[in-house]
């Protein structure tokens, strides 16, 4: 088999085989195929488009250049779910437990953040003693005994992925649905789900800006996970502004267990039921959304997700007293009322700029080695439809230092306040179930 016939062969808008998904896919991670070929293909993938069958051939090609992980040993369904990507988005620490106090399995394996959208890790770690280092057979009987734990990310899983991603983003070929599809897909499926739910954001802080590219990306996820025997549902949300209204990783724990409290905000509360009600089903604990919701609300009502949320993190060796006293978490030094400047209509709070904003005051990396400082962080006082006083808090800055000038400008900047009154975003924007 020849590289060029295969790129040719795309360039006419012709159908791949699979040996020759595979073909590509192995010899790009063996280097044996070089990136000019590659990137031409890529091109070539880019205008002419994959079939359905193309599409999954390319995702479970990539699943199988590395490592998968091997979940057997966890009774029921293994539901995953993905995010993809926001800023301060907290649905992970809350979703898991109440949809394991559900008796649905939640084995996540989690990232860090890098740049200005936050990771579940170190969310995580600021909990005192919180680590994420379990063996294997630790992770399996954490599942089995108490429905969930998170694990950092290990092994060589999906090596072509990487290989490819890296590519694409320095020859103008990341957008593209089909490579973007498999991309998320197979490192899902590698992480050894049997089912997967997908939040796919929508708006100024997403990676898909659009509704129209949103809902492509979503319907071609949820294809190849059927396609390859993943039961796959999805949802498009808002990510216009921030998720809820803490942005940093203590703050965002403290929301999370607020949320698990039953008293998280709206739009927070509203997106981990939608999430989870397809999760639970999707496991097996219930036969419609409308009844799994009603599971998810009993959970959250009598207790037995946040008593779930305490179990995970006493397990992973973290101080869950931080649940009934949330000011055992780092505290920043100081507390910065931001007044509005005028009266009106909250208009815009550009997620991607204050998502900047948080990462300006260290909560965020700005490259993959910088370290982060988990107390800080932003707190929302207001939302998108919000009427607003003048010199009413929009936000409450948290800073370990007095000056924070340059994250004022950005934020009066990026929270936008008009005359006439404006109409909240919808958040859950569609759900394909
Ligand atoms: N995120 C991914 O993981 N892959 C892509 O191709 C794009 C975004
Ligand atoms: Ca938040």
Do not use: W
């Given at each position: 088999?020849?590289?060029?016939?295969?790129?040719?062969?795309?360039?006419?808008?012709?159908?791949?085989?699979?040996?020759?998904?595979?073909?590509?896919?192995?010899?790009?991670?063996?280097?044996?195929?070089?990136?000019?070929?590659?990137?031409?293909?890529?091109?070539?993938?880019?205008?002419?488009?994959?079939?359905?069958?193309?599409?999954?051939?390319?995702?479970?090609?990539?699943?199988?250049?590395?490592?998968?992980?091997?979940?057997?040993?966890?009774?029921?369904?293994?539901?995953?779910?993905?995010?993809?990507?926001?800023?301060?988005?907290?649905?992970?620490?809350?979703?898991?437990?109440?949809?394991?106090?559900?008796?649905?399995?939640?084995?996540?394996?989690?990232?860090?953040?890098?740049?200005?959208?936050?990771?579940?890790?170190?969310?995580?770690?600021?909990?005192?003693?919180?680590?994420?280092?379990?063996?294997?057979?630790?992770?399996?009987?954490?599942?089995?005994?108490?429905?969930?734990?998170?694990?950092?990310?290990?092994?060589?899983?999906?090596?072509?992925?990487?290989?490819?991603?890296?590519?694409?983003?320095?020859?103008?070929?990341?957008?593209?649905?089909?490579?973007?599809?498999?991309?998320?897909?197979?490192?899902?499926?590698?992480?050894?789900?049997?089912?997967?739910?997908?939040?796919?954001?929508?708006?100024?802080?997403?990676?898909?800006?659009?509704?129209?590219?949103?809902?492509?990306?979503?319907?071609?996820?949820?294809?190849?996970?059927?396609?390859?025997?993943?039961?796959?549902?999805?949802?498009?949300?808002?990510?216009?502004?921030?998720?809820?209204?803490?942005?940093?990783?203590?703050?965002?724990?403290?929301?999370?267990?607020?949320?698990?409290?039953?008293?998280?905000?709206?739009?927070?509360?509203?997106?981990?039921?939608?999430?989870?009600?397809?999760?639970v089903v999707l496991g097996g604990k219930a036969n419609s959304i409308d009844e799994a919701r009603v599971k998810l609300e009993e959970v959250i009502a009598n207790g037995q997700a946040l008593e779930v949320f305490k179990k995970f993190v006493t397990a992973q060796g973290g101080d869950a007293s931080v649940v009934d006293n949330p000011s055992l978490l780092p505290q920043?030094?100081?507390?910065?009322?931001?007044?509005?400047?005028?009266?009106?209509?909250?208009?815009?709070?550009?997620?991607?700029?204050?998502?900047?904003?948080?990462?300006?005051?260290?909560?965020?990396?700005?490259?993959?080695?910088?370290?982060?400082?988990?107390?800080?962080?932003?707190?929302?006082?207001?939302?998108?439809?919000?009427?607003?006083?003048?010199?009413?808090?929009?936000?409450?800055?948290?800073?370990?230092?007095?000056?924070?000038?340059?994250?004022?400008?950005?934020?009066?900047?990026?929270?936008?306040?008009?005359?006439?009154?404006?109409?909240?975003?919808?958040?859950?924007?569609?759900?394909?179930?």
């Open positions: 088999m020849r590289m060029v016939d295969i790129i040719e062969k795309k360039r006419n808008g012709e159908e791949l085989t699979t040996e020759e998904i595979r073909f590509f896919v192995n010899g790009y991670t063996e280097g044996t195929i070089p990136d000019y070929q590659v990137s031409s293909l890529m091109m070539a993938i880019y205008f002419q488009d994959m079939n359905d069958r193309e599409r999954a051939d390319l995702t479970m090609a990539m699943v199988e250049s590395g490592d998968q992980i091997d979940l057997s040993g966890i009774q029921g369904i293994k539901v995953d779910k993905h995010s993809t990507g926001g800023v301060g988005d907290t649905t992970t620490l809350s979703l898991a437990a109440m949809v394991a106090a559900c008796g649905v399995p939640v084995a996540k394996m989690s990232g860090r953040g890098l740049g200005h959208t936050g990771g579940t890790i170190d969310k995580l770690e600021s909990i005192k003693g919180f680590h994420v280092e379990l063996s294997n057979e630790q992770f399996t009987k954490q599942v089995n005994d108490i429905g969930t734990a998170v694990i950092g990310q290990s092994g060589n899983l999906t090596p072509a992925d990487k290989k490819l991603y890296a590519l694409r983003d320095v020859t103008g070929t990341v957008p593209s649905i089909p490579l973007i599809a498999s991309s998320i897909m197979s490192k899902k499926i590698a992480a050894g789900a049997d089912a997967i739910v997908l939040d796919v954001k929508t708006g100024d802080g997403a990676f898909m800006k659009t509704f129209e590219d949103a809902k492509s990306l979503a319907h071609a996820m949820v294809q190849i996970g059927n396609n390859v025997g993943r039961n796959t549902m999805a949802i498009i949300s808002d990510m216009s502004q921030p998720l809820g209204f803490a942005i940093g990783n203590a703050l965002e724990v403290k929301e999370a267990i607020d949320t698990l409290k039953g008293n998280g905000p709206e739009d927070l509360m509203e997106l981990c039921y939608t999430l989870g009600s397809q999760m920043a030094k100081y507390q910065i009322e931001l007044p509005a400047k005028k009266s009106g209509y909250v208009a815009k709070i550009e997620a991607d700029d204050i998502g900047v904003a948080a990462m300006l005051l260290g909560a965020g990396r700005a490259t993959k080695e910088s370290t982060i400082d988990l107390s800080v962080g932003l707190v929302l006082h207001k939302k998108v439809g919000d009427a607003v006083q003048e010199g009413e808090t929009l936000v409450t800055i948290h800073a370990n230092r007095e000056d924070v000038s340059e994250v004022v400008d950005k934020l009066y900047k990026h929270i936008e306040i008009v005359q006439d009154k404006v109409e909240a975003p919808t958040l859950i924007k569609e759900v394909i179930a």
